[in-house]
């Protein structure tokens, strides 16, 4: 059974720095790719960032550059370091992943089956 719990949501004024954090209990984790998607209001859920299995990485155009994913298979966690943070980035971010190995970037939702239940971000202006 796959379970993804994110952790390190909050409250942070513009400008300000947070780290997200997903805890993974999954087998194979190595070989798998983790994202990050978000979802504001009353919008859909869009793409943050993902790490491949060989920690290659990619990001949305609107927080490349102040965002950094990556992750420790041997603690089986995945993290999203969020710089220079702007009002427009408050959403509830999830982790997710799926049962491709070794796999390319996938960036669709649709392409992730596993998803943790999110948390909450909020950038004040």
């Known amino acids: 059974q796959v379970q993804l719990v994110e952790s390190g949501g909050g409250l942070v004024q513009t400008g300000g720095s947070l780290r997200l954090s997903c805890a993974a209990s999954i087998s194979t984790f190595s070989s798998r790719a983790m994202a990050w998607f978000r979802q504001a209001p009353g919008k859909e859920r869009q793409f943050v960032a993902t790490i491949k299995w060989n920690e290659g990485t990619t990001y949305s155009d609107s927080v490349k550059g102040r965002f950094t994913i990556s992750r420790d298979n041997a603690k089986k966690m995945v993290y999203l370091q969020m710089d220079s943070l702007k009002p427009e980035d408050t959403a509830v971010y999830y982790c997710?992943?799926?049962?491709?190995?070794?796999?390319?970037?996938?960036?669709?939702?649709?392409?992730?089956?596993?998803w943790g239940q999110g948390t909450q971000v909020t950038v004040s202006s």
């Open positions: 997710a992943t799926n049962d491709y190995f070794y796999s390319e970037y996938k960036l669709s939702e649709r392409q992730y089956k596993y």
